[in-house]
Nanobody, 133 residues
Framework: EVQLVESGGDLVQPGGSLRLSCAAS????????MSWFRRAPGKGLEWVSW???????GDATSVKGRFAISRDNAKSALYLQLNNLKTEDTAMYYC???????????????????????????WGQGTQVTVSS
């Protein structure tokens, strides 16, 4: 059973920093490409960053240079370091995994994004990041 549990979200002032965590279980974490999504109020799901088993990754233009994704395979954990936060970063942040075989067929499309040909989905409740003065 796939489980992705996000934590670390908080209220922070513009320019501040946060570190989000995702505890993963129920799959072979070390081999799976992971990603962070976010959903701002009234907006659609947005890809933020991804990282694969080789620690290759990429960032959305909107966060490039400010956010950093990382993983700890020994802990089956995914992280997102958010620096120089802007009010526009306010969103619910979700930890997502690469879909393998048919496991995402039952996942609502609202929880799914295809990034560079790879399908990702999130399972958890997300963690809220609010950037406000």
């Amino acid at each position: 059973e796939v489980q992705l549990v996000e934590s670390g979200g908080d209220l922070v002032q513009p320019g501040g920093s946060l570190r989000l965590s995702c505890a993963a279980s129920g799959f072979s974490f070390s081999t799976i490409t992971m990603s962070w999504f976010r959903r701002a109020p009234g907006k659609g799901l947005e890809w933020v960053s991804w990282i694969n088993r080789y620690n290759n990754g990429g960032d959305a233009t909107s966060v490039k240079g400010r956010f950093a994704i990382s993983r700890d395979n020994a802990k089956s954990a995914l992280y997102l370091q958010l620096n120089n936060l802007k009010t526009e970063d306010t969103a619910m942040y979700y930890c997502a995994k690469q879909c393998i075989e048919t496991e995402c067929e039952r996942i609502p499309t609202s929880k799914v994004l295809v990034i560079h040909g790879t399908k990702f989905a999130y399972w958890g409740q997300g963690t809220q990041v609010t950037v406000s003065s």
